[in-house]
């Protein structure tokens, strides 16, 4: 495998960095707007300039600083970390388009300091995917729990401060708990915190061994996964824009990396089924699929029932590393691209309802498909991805899990996933239904309610039509999940 050495990983960390002083010190809004566009444009441009080399079986590296002789801030892009940053820095600037129509529309306050706290989250999320060890990727991820912060507390009312200090606690409070000791303890018996094809732990003891799992699955809990879940519903209450691409993409999808990272580059797939400790995470990721998706059923808030979907649904891709399979970990890699599109479109549907209509209850959405049929249109193609239903790439990513859990001889989990998508329909098709199907009261809208502006309503339609695409022409993400599950050397 080649390796090249070159900047590109940091140029790409860094421009959305650089970013945001020119953000902050921008006299209007037009040139604040105009700067992240163009940050965002550049830093995709520079991460799809890395693919020729990732495709050819090669990878990129590059050092910042050396620590001390086995500690180093670096970058390495593999086929994995180029998959979820292209996914991550094409978002942004689908995104960016979302919120300029988004928090016009609503006038909200504080928009510089919004759109400089994003750019530093894209910031990190790359840091995250780039990062070539785990102390690199340990700063990266602690960096977005900080620049999210301000987000979640955009609105800077009580609830919003409270939902902010619950953020905080479950995020920082797992990472000093578990990350940092599970880290020290790493590094004291390896020597080292480079990510490896089959990891770096085997010198540790095997009682250890599922202690530390453990610690780094619940300590990554920007995952979701339960019991420490209960940050992500309470973050909702941050604008729109925040929960697409933080709570769809940024934020969450950077705690499943990690985990994905963890399992297969520092215990590595061949020890974990040496001792089976793989299990335990496959039945907590089991338990939370089911509990979030019976949840998600009872919530009237569109929002709150998208959050506890994403529970759900970021557990679908610990399940699939999980398993060890090859197909299984090639669909928890593809996931992660699939459900970002869907999900996102999703959250982009519910911003758009809310900026029209102030309404944010299921209950209250009756008839509302006739006044908005683009919105909803496209939150019915959002809600096939995400249940795994043609035609939308959603379907690619959860067949081949199910034939990862045929290739494990897990039974059991496969019920699981089947009786999973079911609950996913049953808690989104009855919204389309009632959008499109039921009759409304005639003082149940004002009088002209209609699609949100254009700026809102485009990005969900691009979300909306990618999902589609993706299912027709998955190959390039298939290619990228492919290579990366060999290169981990996966059976």
């Known amino acids: 495998m080649e390796t090249v050495y070159s900047i590109k990983p940091f140029l790409a960390v860094l421009i959305s960095l650089c970013v945001v002083p020119i953000i902050i010190s921008s006299r209007t809004e037009n040139i604040r707007e105009g700067w992240t566009f163009a940050a965002a444009i550049i830093k995709f441009l520079i991460i799809a300039s890395m693919l ?41 600037i689908i995104t960016s388009i979302y919120s300029i129509g988004y928090m016009r529309s609503l006038n909200e306050h ?86 490896a094809s089959q990891g770096f732990m085997q010198n540790v003891p095997p009682e250890l061994l599922l202690i530390l799992l453990f610690m780094f699955v619940f300590g990554f809990a920007k995952c979701g996964i339960m019991p420490l879940h209960s940050w992500l519903p309470a973050a909702m209450v941050a604008p729109t824009p925040v929960s697409a691409l933080l709570h769809a993409v940024a934020v969450v999808k950077v705690g499943v990396f990690c985990v994905i990272r963890v399992i297969t580059n520092v215990f590595g797939t061949d020890l974990l089924a040496k001792y089976g400790y793989n299990d335990y995470i496959c039945y907590i990721a089991a338990f939370t699929i089911i509990t979030a998706s019976l949840i998600a059923l009872s919530q009237d808030g569109l929002k709150r029932r998208l959050a506890f979907s994403t529970i759900g649904q970021l557990s679908y891709i610990i399940l699939g590393v999980a398993l060890l399979s090859k197909n299984a970990v090639m669909a928890s890699m593809l996931h992660i691209a699939m459900h970002a599109f869907g999900k996102i479109t999703l959250f982009f ?143």
């Open 52 to 92: 020729p080399i990732i495709l050819s079986g090669g990878n990129l590296e590059f050092t910042i600083a050396q620590i001390m002789p086995a500690v180093s801030i670096k970058f390495k892009v593999d086929a994995f970390g180029l998959l979820f940053a292209l996914v991550s820095s094409f978002l942004w």
């Open 349 to 491: 549907c519910a911003g758009a309802i809310y900026a029209s209509t102030k309404i944010k209850n299921i209950s209250d959405m009756v008839g509302i498909g006739r006044r908005m049929p683009i919105t909803m249109g496209c939150f019915f193609i959002g809600s096939l991805s995400v249940i795994g239903l043609p035609p939308t790439g959603g379907i690619i990513s959860k067949w081949y899990l199910v034939l990862g859990t045929l290739e494990a001889d897990k039974i059991f989990l496969l019920v699981v996933l089947l009786v999973s998508s079911l609950l996913n329909a049953a808690y989104f098709l009855p919204v389309v239904y009632k959008a499109f199907f039921c009759t409304e009261e005639e003082t149940m809208f004002e009088k002209g309610v209609k699609e949100p502006p254009i700026w809102c309503v485009v990005p969900l339609v691009i979300t909306a039509g990618i999902s589609l695409i993706m299912f027709f022409y998955p190959q390039p993400f298939l290619q990228l999940a492919d290579l990366a599950v060999n290169s981990l050397g996966v059976k």
């Open 110 to 195: 504080s928009q510089t300091r919004y759109f400089a706290f994003f750019a530093l989250s894209l910031c990190a999320a790359v840091g995250v995917a780039f990062s070539a060890n785990f102390f690199t990727m340990y700063l990266f991820y602690e960096m977005l729990s900080f620049a999210t912060y301000p987000l979640v507390t955009h609105h800077q009312d009580k609830e919003s401060r409270t939902s902010g200090r619950k953020y905080l606690f479950y995020i920082l409070g797992s990472s000093i708990a578990f990350l940092i000791p599970a880290m020290l303890i790493t590094f004291s018996y390896s020597g080292t915190m480079e990510f």
